[in-house]
């Protein structure tokens, strides 16, 4: 019965409560929209992650090669190649016994015979469009049919599986035997890198940056003209409704305006879904049907939204006393204290100082995030603080009536004035702190060693006894340097594996290793000195030694060119010049191309050593590819588990992911800023309406409507900039420390890009003017013939 | 006999040297009051003099620091919210100057309201209280919100919903203070007839004398005190 009242007070109380609804409703229905877009992105990277990982399949060891012995098994060589930057998951198999069942990789109807091939759709697709020495050169035999999705973790994925004679793969490093096709997750294999952690900690903290806004909003639009709300409940007190009869009146007012919320939401949802599809928040887009809430998930958001106004509208009343004469607030609000920075300063400090001490350390995960927490906390805590200075400050700067008025109101409510401007806040600092750190490290990477690497492509082989894969044999290697020197405009530095290496001391080592401080037991490597003087950013030898010993593991397996860069130059003229037997005062080969050369290298190879990687400088990415793909057979046959790729494309790869991070954070940064925009109305409205006595009697008495709307707007403006400057500088005080640690030493300095610019600014401004459209709710909230007080 | 009875038949309602004060400003010293059943008393006394502070303790609404309340034989100001709450729904009606009514329901939905937040049915709910705005000459205005009727018609709304639970008790305050002499004359005309046809008890704080005339008796509340003949005669003692 209670509750019927409740409904019937929300429903025909009027045009007001008909507004408070519809906001209440409108508020929840975009916080319900982004909160299934949230979990359908969540659910599509789950499932996606939860596909079988053919690809960690594992097999025995290739002992032997006895061909049929192992029964009904395959042999099997998956490695990881590329186009133009995008990766390619590239699968050799060939069936042992074509009458036995042989393992199924997912997607496939069977495992390709010899000469015949399947590919992922994306794949065929770009095979098609791009000359065929460029990538289609690279799958021997004829096309069987495409890869179903099942193998695949969206439209965009690139997969070839090749289907080789046992003969072909038994010649090719890095193949085994297989029995089953691996079925477990790809996050459960013991290899996986923490890229899905990673997500995860983004979704994470997306939800966190989300939800404190919507909840804002939620809260906001419910305490909507509280004050005359809690005085109808005060007369309905005076009519004999007990305390607890109020809370089911105000929660069922509440569960009314979030259920009609919820319902729109989701219809709203339905009809964002196509576009969320399309967005490749992780790099690459999603199948568009995984992309969904689970059936439980809508159940809850439409039951649970509901049941948290109410418990919301409950817990807020909490605050005030409703007698029946009236409603009193049970606690006056007090003056915000200075230690509000607090929080905000330890965080700050704690990035700044203890987290990133020690200048090339790993910075203390755990203490970067308690800081990062404090400076989360913080902010919101200072907040009102900062506010209230601001006011006072304005207050005895300025003269004019509006700016008084709102200074007043600001000075002695800076927490509510606050309360709407939080999720500015956490939005404005995550999205300063990546837009600050990102572009930073992106144009670090492509300025290692000074951006002269960026087109050559490294190609290891078997580059030292841990590493997957064997060196290239002489003559091989005389083949391949033949091979690619015939390409135009090429050029070629082969490094050579030393055949003597020494044992690492026992005792603690003499220095930190990296350059200028060279320990002969980790120079692996030996290149000949004319050679490197084509790449002159790794250095050069002193004049007159014809090959050194260096170590070029670093350059060649690192996915961090800003490591690669920090351990330049790799040869120096202290470098030590290989001993005899070693290549010493032979020319070890400089691959440019002509006979004269390849006889050098042969020479070289002759000497006894084999070759543990080539570094190829080819600008016309026509050649890059062709190169690519005449190295393809030779990568195979060493085992390498690394693709050759240029400088550029190592860094394109991180530089994606670090893209991808920036783009999620600041899609959640303008979906934060819309939704505390619409907060921000909201709370506007609210405040407009709660003082509609005073702002008329003020129109009343002659102030012009200019002057009332200015104090709105000055109400809301100030806390919204001042947050988003303290909250921006908070971002750039996360980034110093973060770009110091990584000691980007060419790094120019990089501001925030466009994306910034526009998504934090933008959604700023965009926020205020949706302010701007509750003014003309002053204007008829205040119409002088609306004066009837009751 | 316990302590918290008192036997009938006594005053329907007493104050015992009730003292209440809002921080330090001292509204009411030991004010000591007491109605018997079917009477209709006006509350006089100078603006700030505790008047409406005395018909919220003698009402329920406020708890008194000192001194005891007694209702129908049973102390009030001991009993709980819930307890209070279930008095002003069954037993007690209010007519304030303004601000009993919730302005965005109808006249019917507020004279119902009583009755709603009780266990009366909708149906039934709806039909005593029309057939109050009928006696209060309000018919044809019962689907009106009571934001759009006059001061008048409001007060009469708040007369009807006053007597739809049949109360024993009607607390008055200023009830014909936001209207006109002739608009009050009718409010009062109306809350006085029904109430000696209905057999309830008034209690009406005024300034008016004319309100005052009403009245079968008057008291005065200067500073705090009430000046009340019969007040002395039940003072200390249970029975008559
Ligand atoms: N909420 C309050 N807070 C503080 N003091 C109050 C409050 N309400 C009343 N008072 C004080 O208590 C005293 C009695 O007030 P009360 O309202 O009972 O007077 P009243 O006789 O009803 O006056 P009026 O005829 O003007 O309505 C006054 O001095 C008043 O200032
Ligand atoms: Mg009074």
């Known amino acids: 019965m209670t509750f019927w009242l409740g409904l019937r007070l929300s429903l025909r109380g009027g045009r007001e409560a008909a507004v408070r609804l519809a906001l209440v409703a409108a508020a929840v229905a975009m916080g319900v929209t982004v909160l299934l877009s949230t979990v359908a992105l969540f659910n599509a990277f789950r499932v996606t992650a939860e596909r079988p990982c053919w690809e960690c399949t594992t097999g025995s060891a290739p002992a032997g090669w006895a061909l049929g012995a192992t029964q009904g098994a395959a042999l099997w060589n998956h490695r990881q190649d590329s186009y133009a930057g995008r990766p390619i998951e590239r699968l050799d198999v060939a069936v042992l016994d074509p009458a036995a069942p042989a393992p199924a990789v997912p997607g496939v109807p069977a495992l390709p015979a010899a000469g015949r091939f399947y590919v992922s759709p994306a794949l065929a697709e770009l095979m098609a469009a791009v000359p065929r020495e460029q990538l289609a050169d690279r799958f021997p035999g004829a096309r069987a049919g495409l890869v179903g999705r099942a193998a695949l973790s969206g439209p965009d994925d690139l997969v070839a599986v090749v289907g080789r004679t046992p003969g072909e793969l038994a010649g090719m490093a890095g193949t085994v035997a297989v029995d089953t096709v691996a079925t477990f997750p790809a996050a459960q294999d013991p290899a996986a890198d923490d890229l899905t952690a990673l997500y995860e900690h983004g979704f994470g903290i997306a939800a966190i940056g989300l939800i404190v806004p919507l909840l804002v909003l939620v809260g906001t639009a419910t305490r909507l003209a509280a004050a005359r709300r809690e005085a109808r409940f005060a007369a309905v007190r005076l009519a004999g409704a007990t305390a607890r009869q109020i809370n089911a009146i105000a929660s069922a007012d509440a569960a009314l305006g979030a259920l009609l919320g919820a319902l729109a939401g989701v219809a709203l949802f339905q009809a964002v879904r196509p576009a969320l599809a399309g967005v490749a928040i992780t790099g690459s887009r999603f199948f568009p049907d995984v992309v969904t809430p689970t059936a439980p998930q809508y159940a809850i958001v439409i039951a649970g939204v509901p049941l948290a106004a109410a418990a919301a509208a409950v817990w807020s009343l909490r605050r005030v006393r409703i007698t029946p004469l009236g409603a009193a607030r049970r606690t006056r609000a007090s003056a915000p204290g200075w230690w509000r920075v607090l929080p905000l300063l330890a965080g700050l400090g704690l990035f700044a100082g203890p987290a990133f001490a020690g200048g090339g350390r790993e910075p203390d995960p755990l203490l970067a995030d308690a800081g990062l927490a404090l400076i989360m906390v913080g902010l919101m805590v200072a907040g009102p603080w900062l506010t209230m200075l601001a006011a006072r400050l304005a207050a005895r700067l300025t003269r004019g009536a509006a700016t008084l008025l709102a200074a007043r109101r600001l000075a002695a409510e800076p927490k509510a004035a606050f309360r709407s401007v939080n999720g500015i806040v956490l939005a404005v600092f995550i999205g300063t702190a990546v837009a600050g750190i990102v572009p930073a490290v992106v144009s670090g990477q492509l300025a290692a060693g000074d951006g002269t690497l960026n087109e050559v492509m490294r190609v290891p082989f078997g580059y030292a006894d841990a590493a997957p894969g064997r060196p290239l044999p002489p003559g091989e290697a005389d083949e391949l340097l033949a091979e690619v020197g015939a390409h135009p405009g090429v050029t070629v530095l082969p490094i050579y594996r030393r055949t003597t290496t020494q044992d690492p001391p026992a005792a603690p080592l003499p220095c930190d290793p990296g350059p200028g401080c060279r320990l002969d037991f980790m120079l692996g490597h030996v290149v000949s000195c004319d050679d490197l003087a084509r790449f002159p950013a790794l250095g050069a030898c002193a004049p007159g030694v014809r090959a050194v010993t260096a170590d070029f593991n670093r350059l060649l397996t690192s996915d961090n060119l800003l490591s690669v860069d920090r351990n330049l130059p790799i040869v120096d003229p202290t470098s030590p010049s290989a001993p005899a037997g070693t290549g010493t005062g032979k020319d070890v080969g400089s691959g440019s191309g002509n006979d004269a050369d390849s006889g050098k290298a042969g020479a070289a190879a002759s000497d006894g050593l084999s070759l543990a990687a080539v570094l190829i400088r080819a600008d016309d990415p026509a050649v890059r590819e062709r190169i690519r793909t005449s190295l393809t057979p030779y990568v195979a046959r060493s085992g390498s588990a690394e693709t050759p790729l240029t400088f550029a494309e190592v860094a394109r790869f991180r530089e994606v992911l670090l893209d991808q991070v920036e783009r999620v954070a600041l899609a959640i940064v303008a979906l934060t800023l819309l939704v505390a925009g619409c907060g921000l109305l909201v709370a506007v409205a609210g405040g407009v309406v709660e003082r509609r006595q005073p702002f008329t009697l003020l129109r009343l008495s002659g102030t012009p409507t200019r002057t009332l709307s200015l104090v709105v707007v000055l109400e809301t403006a100030v806390p919204v900039l001042l947050a988003a400057l303290v909250a921006a500088a908070a971002g750039f005080g996360v980034a110093g420390p973060v770009i110091d640690q990584l000691a980007i030493k060419s790094a120019p300095a990089a501001l925030p890009g466009a994306g910034y610019l526009l998504t934090v600014g933008g959604g700023l401004l965009a926020a205020l003017l949706i302010v701007l459209a509750g003014l003309p709710l002053l204007r008829r909230v205040t119409a002088p013939d609306n004066a009837r007080f009751e | ?240």
């Not at chain 2, 006089?44 to 005891?68: E, N, R, V, W, Y």
């Not at chain 2, 309340?69 to 100001?77: P, S």
């Not at chain 2, 608009?183 to 005024?206: C, F, N, P, S, Y």
Request: net charge neutral.
């Open chain 2, 1 to 240: 006999m316990t302590i918290d009875a008192l036997p009938a038949p006594g005053p329907l309602l007493r104050a015992d040297s009730i003292s209440r004060s809002y921080g330090r400003t001292p509204a009411l010293r030991e004010a000591s009051l007491s109605v018997t059943a079917g009477e209709i008393l006006a509350i006089m006394g100078p603006s700030g003099s505790g008047k409406s502070t005395l018909l919220h303790c003698l009402a329920g609404i406020f708890t008194p620091d000192t001194g005891q309340v007694w209702f129908d034989g049973h102390r009030l100001d001991t009993l709980g919210d819930a307890g209070r709450s279930r008095l002003r729904r069954t037993a007690f009606g209010f007519v304030f100057q303004f601000g009993q009514l919730v302005p965005e329901l109808t006249a019917a939905d507020n004279v119902a309201l009583p009755l709603l937040l009780g266990r009366t049915g909708r149906r039934h709910a709806y039909q005593r209280a029309r057939g109050w705005l009928e006696r209060l000459e309000l018919d044809g205005l019962g689907e009106r919100r009571t934001g759009e009727l006059s001061g008048g018609q409001a007060q009469r709304v708040a007369i009807a919903r006053a007597l739809v639970t049949r109360p024993k008790v009607i607390f008055a305050d200023e009830p014909t203070g936001a209207l006109d002499s002739l608009a009050g004359e009718k409010v009062m005309d109306l809350l006085v007839g029904l109430a000696r046809q209905e057999g309830v008890t008034v209690i009406v704080v005024t300034h008016d004398s004319r309100v005052a005339a009403c009245a079968d008796r008057e008291v005065i509340v200067r500073d705090g005190k009430v000046t009340d003949p019969y007040a002395d005669e039940y003072a200390g003692e249970a029975v008559r």
